[in-house]
């Protein structure tokens, strides 16, 4: 009887590997498969002492090789290539197995190809898994969709590899069908932003504090001591203090200054414009990137007239960005849960924030000190409006917020671009206006296209006649 595994693992790259690995580190009998079998070899006559690997050259014998209900998970490029890898194996599996996409899909493709397999007795589970080769490797956190019955087979295992934070692991059940990858593509949606607000603090420290690169790792160290502590702080302080070999100078003076993208974050605002979420935080942050690859642009518009005013000496600089900081933050994760409480409600999910940043403590590249505060705000008002309203949050941003004018100002008068902390500070102004000057566009549209406008005073929606007396009308 050939060796049964519990958990088999197709796609064998760095990401796929390195969970397969973990998986074994933890006594798990694991099925590895790969497209090309050397890759497959190659695993097993590295790392075979680590642990159970049962290796199979062919898709038939990968199946063969995993318990009942078996555990098929998909480590291979989103897009096509899925689709490739789920057509090859489907047949092969029988009602009650389970497949796994361990890859960044689109939640969309995740809900299509779950109905899909669900007609033919399969459970598809799109599964968010955050902390790139390390954390698949050391414990990442997991973030599994799919049916509560494939959790409940599968849920164990994926608990058992997660990052684990006071004991708890990273990883919890998000939700049905695509849930898990749309709440791993906020993640990343969030991550753009949290990166971007960084790198406008560093350009401000840089530019108006005039600090080297050194001076600014050094003060972000100290900030990870903090409320700011976070990994993206901590890789930050190793970035800007690491020095180029070839050339002697700052790593960060070498790097081209065009940032790509794969394109999760850019997911994460088309989606939060369909369901009309305003995560202004992040949409800066994915328009920052895409400004900085037109170079052509740039260098055209390079000559273009600057302030007159001087940066001026840097005073409490860097004080206030670390409150522009910590505000602009806090704003990026109320804008990425008001968009899972959002689609939740649009697709029925029914997520547990509390439970998301909870899962998000450890092991993600967003992984934070502060998300203990969000689990907590979140545990004790589940149905919190925004996390902006939360009191240990509300309080923070009041104490914060005339550092964070000064800064947004300051980068204004100087000509350093921040559209992170701007928009963030909009953002806060704008939930905290007692009256919107949206109100003079519903007049607008009313007089160019009759639109229609509602009253504060009565309900109904009305018309002027703007081509004629201008009297009211019920629409
Ligand atoms: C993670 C990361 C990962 C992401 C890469 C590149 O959670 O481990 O978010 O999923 O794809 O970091 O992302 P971008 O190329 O979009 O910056």
């Known amino acids: 009887m050939q060796q049964q595994a519990q958990i088999g693992i197709t796609g064998l790259a760095v990401m796929g590997r390195n969970l397969a690995r973990n998986l074994a580190r933890h006594g798990h009998a694991v099925a590895v498969h790969n497209r090309s079998s050397a890759r497959t070899k190659d695993l097993v006559e590295q790392f075979g002492h680590e642990g159970t690997f049962v290796p199979a050259e062919r898709a038939e014998e990968f199946v063969a090789s995993l318990e009942r209900p078996r555990r098929l998970v998909i480590m291979v490029k989103a897009g096509a290539p899925t689709d490739a890898v789920i057509d090859e194996f489907a047949p092969l599996l029988e009602p009650g197995d389970m497949i796994v996409d361990g890859g960044n899909a689109h939640f969309l493709d995740t809900r299509r190809r779950e109905a899909t397999l669900r007609e033919r007795g399969l459970h598809f589970v799109g599964t968010g898994v955050s902390g790139g080769e390390e954390g698949a490797l050391n414990g990442p956190s997991i973030m599994p969709g799919g049916s509560r019955e494939s959790y409940d087979a599968l849920g164990p295992l994926l608990e058992d590899i997660s990052a684990k934070v006071d004991g708890a692991p990273c990883c919890a059940h998000v939700g049905p069908?695509?849930?898990?990858?749309?709440?791993?593509?906020?993640?990343?949606?969030?991550?753009?932003?949290?990166?971007?607000?960084?790198?406008?603090?560093?350009?401000?420290?840089?530019?108006?504090?005039?600090?080297?690169?050194?001076?600014?790792?050094?003060?972000?160290?100290?900030?990870?001591?903090?409320?700011?502590?976070?990994?993206?702080i901590e890789i930050t302080t190793e970035v800007l203090a690491h020095v180029d070999a070839a050339t002697g100078k700052p790593f960060v003076d070498v790097v081209l200054d065009q940032a790509e993208q794969k394109g999760t974050g850019r997911w994460t605002v088309q989606t939060a414009l369909d369901l009309g979420v305003p995560v202004s935080g992040i949409a800066e942050a994915v328009f920052a990137r895409s400004l900085s690859g037109h170079a052509d642009v740039r260098a055209a518009a390079r000559a273009l007239p600057g302030p007159t005013a001087a940066a001026g000496d840097a005073g409490t600089l860097v004080e206030d960005v670390e409150q522009a900081l910590y505000a602009s933050k806090i704003v990026a994760y109320a804008q990425g849960f008001h968009q899972i409480a959002a689609a939740s409600a649009e697709y029925a999910w029914n997520v547990n924030l509390g439970a998301m940043a909870s899962i998000w403590r450890g092991g993600c590249i967003i992984r934070a000190g502060f998300l203990?505060?969000?689990?907590?705000?979140?545990?004790?008002?589940?149905?919190?409006?925004?996390?902006?309203?939360?009191?240990?949050?509300?309080?923070?941003?009041?104490g914060a917020q005339d550092a964070w004018r000064r800064v947004v100002a300051r980068s204004a008068q100087v000509g350093v671009p921040a559209p992170g902390f701007a928009a963030a500070l909009s953002y806060y102004d704008g939930l905290r206006a007692d009256r919107s000057p949206a109100a003079l566009i519903q007049g607008q549209r009313d007089f160019f296209g009759a639109h229609t406008y509602r009253r504060v005073d009565r309900d109904g929606s009305f018309h002027t006649l703007w081509g004629a007396d201008r009297g009211e009308q019920p629409a």
């Open 177 to 232: 069908d695509g849930a898990g990858h749309f709440v791993k593509m906020v993640h990343n949606g969030i991550e753009y932003a949290d990166m971007q607000l960084i790198a406008e603090a560093y350009d401000l420290l840089r530019r108006v504090g005039g600090l080297s690169p050194a001076e600014i790792a050094e003060v972000f160290r100290g900030w990870n001591g903090g409320r700011l502590s976070s990994y993206l």
């Open 372 to 398: 203990d505060r969000i689990r907590a705000a979140y545990d004790a008002t589940p149905d919190l409006p925004t996390l902006l309203t939360d009191d240990s949050f509300a309080a923070a941003l009041g």
